[in-house]
């Protein structure tokens, strides 16, 4: 005669825990301990050589700069003095009291490079300038204006 056994999983219902002891025990993915690599480096002897080759497994590194990065767009000022009629004509720059008045952010650059002669009296307004720039806009009876930083 047969006997129809029945299965335990039947006796479980309603216990909750299924016969696994706490209630965190045996949840399915929550066992393993997270998913991917986790977990393989410090006690998993078996895929620690792997791990050991990756240099920057464990921890953090780098940092994220919290002051934005300013791309740097420069023109000489001998571009400016060769080209100054084209601009004239296109009124990228004007002329007041003697003096050339060049706003270099409507010209699409932010940065002032001292590379050339000046002979023309020149207004520039710029957020960056090198030492040279300045040096030689002045020598010439210019000035710069708005100015946040001069590098060489």
Do not use: C
Not at 1 to 11: A, G, H, Q, S
Not at 35 to 59: C, E, L, V
């Amino acid at each position: 005669m047969t006997v129809n056994k029945r299965k335990k999983n039947d006796r479980q219902r309603g216990s909750m825990t299924h016969g696994w002891g706490a209630k965190k025990k045996h949840r399915g993915q929550g066992n393993r301990g997270g998913r991917g690599m986790a977990g393989t480096g410090k006690r998993a002897d078996s895929k620690k050589p792997s791990i050991w080759k990756d240099k920057n497994y464990f921890g953090k590194h780098g940092f994220v700069s919290k002051t934005p990065k300013v791309k740097i767009n420069p023109i000489n000022i001998q571009y400016i003095e060769q080209h100054i009629n084209k601009f004239i004509s296109s009124k990228a720059i004007t002329k007041e009291d003697g003096f050339y008045s060049v706003e270099l952010e409507k010209l699409g650059f932010n940065k002032l490079l001292g590379d050339g002669k000046v002979l023309m009296k020149f207004r520039i307004k710029t957020p960056y300038a090198s030492e040279k720039a300045v040096e030689k806009v002045k020598e010439a009876g210019g000035e710069i204006i708005g100015l946040l930083e001069t590098k060489k």
